[in-house]
């Protein structure tokens, strides 16, 4: 097959790299210089600046832009596809890109709302990397609208990515539980380290506990604060039970209360030592 | 040398692991299971649950006990040991235990605290692994009592182990940026699992960012309560800041202040970057 990208970026480059061995790649970029680098390095096959060349050459197509901008990128571009075309979406959020986007597609192409839960603290396709998608998780969230066949192609290209764990549902169940996941433990890695005391040299006190809950706060902040805004109705109830429990593990430490104490760390270690076995007890 | 073991646990099996290149190892412990394990794996050479017939055969000791239990073990067992034995305390806490330890110290021993700050999310001799402490960071905290001698020695054994940053800083401190680095973050990771709504599989929705920040609540609960109580007075003033840092993430979010929150994020991440290059901008 001759598969599309659109956003040649850390996740573009990545799925670009993760399917050139069976398939050709083209990429669609404004910038030059994301082209050029992934022509050099083999990583796709095509390089286009502009978009009518692009999508006659292509009727499967990654779209991999940042959230605020897919609505309008579909509404405006779809006309240019082919008939049949097949965009396959890979954003962070779904339920506001769902609904800003189907009450504009046209009949004649399918999108297929995904969300490989994979990435790196870094942008640009010179850090795109395959293996972040080995073992992962991915969700595909159908629409009433989509083909039975462009679920399976996604599917299908899911499984060749290597990733583990393909689950579908809803919008609003993604949304939940990825505020959860994945939009609060960011978050928290950032306030954590924006509450550095700043009183010593941090990294010579710091071991990999710190490292590890920390390193996700060197963000993309543009893409970030998007998801973080876009889903702040799922979002804000999750940073308030965060807070919640945080507040209740303070309290048992005022009160010098380490059987209460021991009781929610088994807790939080039966149900982390539950996820690490992959869901069994 | 003979260095001594007290305590043949992950962190005394991991200290006796990078020491036993160059020196023989002896190590005493209440389990016979632990000394069997580690004489069968060549861990160490010696092993003792009779702890006079042990100090006799070394005057350089490792203490790898819970923080509770150290001042009570010195105290009691100071008589047994050999004049000009020195003692190299480990625990992640310093003002409580060298406060309780110092009024009983004889001046025929010499107690140097330290913090390796080093571990894993396992207890255990099984569990030890040498590589815990290559490029980690390290801690001498002196009192007016130590001899020059012992601190020099404590610094060479640390160079053998592979430790990268070696500092010298009062308990107080100690225990202040400690209750922020390791307390805290330990903190933090808990009460994010303890927040799963369990709704879902979480396991089927999580990526490499969840995974990181919540594998170290797979925790030693026994071992950990005791920092957190013990260190009340400094991780209390952590958990504050922190929860006022996160609140303002929440507020920015409610009031969809991009800019403001690109500005925290953009603060968070340089800082971060700085701790990824060793303290340099």
């Not at 499984?159 to 959860?180: G, L, P, R, T, V």
């Amino acid at each position: 097959m001759k598969i599309g990208i659109v956003g040649l970026g850390l996740m573009g480059g990545s799925i670009a790299k993760a399917l050139n061995h069976k398939h050709e790649i083209i990429a669609y970029d404004i910038s030059n210089e994301a082209l050029t680098y992934a022509l050099n390095h083999q990583i796709i096959q095509e390089g286009y600046t502009n978009l009518e060349t692009f999508f006659h050459e292509t009727n499967i197509i990654y779209l991999c832009l940042y959230p605020q901008i897919i609505a309008s990128f579909i509404k405006e571009n779809q006309r240019y596809m082919q008939k049949g075309t097949v965009i396959i979406e890979i954003s962070g959020i779904k339920t506001s890109i769902i609904d800003d986007t189907i009450p504009f597609i046209n009949k004649d192409i399918d999108v297929v709302f995904t969300h490989p839960i994979a990435g790196r603290e870094k942008k640009g396709v010179s850090f795109s990397k395959e293996t972040i998608f080995h073992n992962a998780n991915y969700v595909i969230v159908p629409t009433k609208n989509n083909k039975e066949s462009s679920i399976e192609q996604t599917k299908e290209l899911a499984h060749e990515m290597k990733f583990k764990n393909i689950s579908i549902i809803s919008k609003e169940e993604h949304d939940d539980i990825i505020a959860y996941t994945s939009q609060l433990t960011h978050i928290l890695s950032l306030a954590l380290v924006n509450s550095d005391p700043k009183t010593y040299d941090t990294f010579r006190f710091i071991g990999d506990s710190y490292r590890d809950l920390t390193r996700i706060a060197m963000i993309n902040e543009d893409l970030w604060s998007e998801l973080f805004l876009e889903n702040k109705n799922y979002l804000l109830p999750k940073i308030d039970s965060f807070i919640e429990n945080l507040t209740n593990y303070r309290k048992l430490i005022v009160e010098n209360d380490i059987e209460q104490l021991k009781e929610m760390m088994k807790e939080a270690k039966n149900r982390r030592l539950k996820i690490e076995s992959g869901g069994k007890e």
